[in-house]
């Protein structure tokens, strides 16, 4: 399966402030997805991101807090904008690709765990 | 996607084979059952799929009921690096992945 890097691992953050995470795989994908993990929840699809043009976004969630960007088959970012205490989650990346799909499986970084204070 | 029911946790002793149970009375025909885990602090990993036919894998093997209402994922020797949730999910191959409760699986020594 693709192998992904996913940037920071974790962070802290001051309410008010803005973190782009980034999302660097190791071959082209067909599609790349953003979700979010809040404490002791399961995860939840923020939006698809989609190359050359606008992220594709879930219920509940909006391009002015969440912009995404994917310029290219390879790389991601996703913004957590204008920050709140309640934004603190884990944060992950995830693809599906050609490697992927002998199994049909989507591929996940290892997350980036922010906590805004 | 058909929505699926799992116990929200289960004990397996170390050694033991794991049997996690999966609802998905409401299933369509090109639905297929996926199970992910995600161990604490890690994004979730794939752990084998299927349609119709039983499935084993060198992680697990998946045993799908003939009318394809329930399935159950079987680790045949537990050990406690397998101590994770699992997540039972139902969808269409051209889908994304839309994520439940899942089974909190300790596994004790």
């Known amino acids: 399966s693709a192998v992904i890097s996913q940037k920071p691992s974790r962070d802290i953050c001051q309410r008010g402030t803005s973190l782009t995470i980034q999302c660097q795989v190791d071959?082209?994908?067909?599609?790349m997805f953003w979700y979010r993990q809040q404490p002791g929840q399961s995860l939840t699809l923020i939006a698809t991101?989609?190359?050359?043009?606008?992220?594709?976004?879930e219920s509940g969630f909006v391009i002015d807090k969440f912009p995404i960007s994917r310029p290219n088959l390879t790389f991601s970012t996703l913004t957590v904008s204008n920050m709140s205490p309640e934004d603190s989650s884990i944060y992950l990346c995830?693809?599906?690709?050609?490697?992927?799909?002998?199994?049909?499986?989507?591929?996940f970084g290892s997350g980036t765990r922010l906590t805004v204070v | 996607d058909a929505k699926t029911t799992q116990p929200p946790s289960m004990d397996c002793a170390e050694g033991r084979a794991a049997n996690l149970p999966c609802n998905h009375s409401?299933?369509?025909?090109?639905?297929?059952v996926y199970w992910y885990r995600q161990i604490h602090s890690q994004g979730p990993q794939y752990i084998i799929h299927g349609l119709k036919n039983n499935e084993t894998n060198e992680m697990a093997s998946l045993i799908i009921t003939e009318d394809r209402k329930s399935s159950t994922l079987i680790l045949p020797h537990a050990t406690l690096r397998d101590t994770a949730v699992y997540y039972c999910i139902a969808k269409d191959a051209g889908n994304m992945l839309t994520f439940g409760g899942g089974t909190r699986l300790m596994v004790k020594p």
């Open positions: 071959s082209q994908v067909t599609m």
């Open positions: 991101a989609n190359q050359g043009s606008e992220a594709t976004y």
């Open positions: 995830s693809v599906y690709g050609i490697r992927d799909r002998a199994n049909y499986g989507y591929t």
């Open positions: 409401t299933i369509s025909g090109n639905e297929y």
